[in-house]
């Protein structure tokens, strides 16, 4: 079993859709959760972080964190074509993150 | 702030050859991390440093793989006696801490024949 488990998709929404994104993770240790996205071609970028349990909003993004649950989720509003990329989960504990392997969405005109 | 540097973005190496990527983070970064991203897969963690200190190394990592980041400002990642199965993106990031959040360099691909 891998520490974070993503779904591998890949997810398509239609243009202004909610996009929603999922991650598990193993260590109950963790302490920061990260949400990354990488286009093709390109190294990931952050997009946000979340370290208490709850919902944190950002623009059109919104982080979810249950940490009794292991569950960290991302929730894209109003999709954009340009939000088409892999979204990369993380967890980070004693200063070193973990990655998931990522789900691509794909946000269709 | 010009964000990480890394270098080279592109190498081509015979098996049974040494190769050696350079990263520069960001200047008021203590933080520096390696990772290893092959297609399909997420980051795979290697090794970080907190200024010059090497911190944690990957279990996965096999003895012809060292950094090393003197002075704690650029770090260096060496693969000694390549195999093919080391092609791959080799991935610089660095932190401030806080939160642990990562800023990566555009990544050094490396491609052994």
């Known amino acids: 079993q891998k520490e974070v488990e993503q779904n591998s998709g890949p997810l398509s929404v239609p243009e202004g859709a909610i996009a929603s994104l999922n991650c598990t993770y193993s260590?109950?240790?963790?302490?920061?959760f990260f949400w990354y996205r990488q286009y093709s071609g390109k190294s990931p970028e952050l997009i946000m972080f979340i370290y208490s349990n709850g919902d944190k909003e950002d623009g059109r993004f919104t982080a979810q964190l249950n940490k009794a649950s292991q569950y960290v989720s991302l929730l894209i509003r109003d999709s954009q074509p340009s939000d088409s990329a892999t979204y990369l989960c993380?967890?980070?504990?004693?200063?070193?993150?973990?990655f998931g392997d990522g789900t691509t969405l794909t946000v269709k005109p | 702030d010009t964000g990480v540097s890394q270098d080279p973005r592109h190498k081509i190496t015979k098996r049974g050859q040494n190769v050696t990527f350079r990263c520069d983070p960001i200047?008021?970064?203590?933080?520096l991390y390696w990772y290893r991203q092959t297609l399909g897969q997420g980051p795979e963690f290697l090794t970080y440093?907190?200024?010059?200190?090497?911190?944690?190394k990957s279990r996965l990592l096999s003895d012809r793989f060292s950094a090393e980041r003197p002075k704690g400002s650029f770090s260096t990642l060496e693969i000694q006696r390549t195999e093919q199965g080391d092609s791959a993106m080799y991935l610089c990031a660095s932190s401030s801490g806080g939160a642990g959040e990562l800023f990566f360099g555009e990544g050094s691909r490396l491609t052994v024949l």
């Open positions: 200047s008021e970064h203590n933080r």
């Open positions: 993380a967890v980070m504990n004693a200063g070193k993150s973990t």
């Open positions: 440093f907190q200024n010059e200190a090497q911190l944690e």
């Open positions: 260590d109950r240790g963790s302490q920061s």
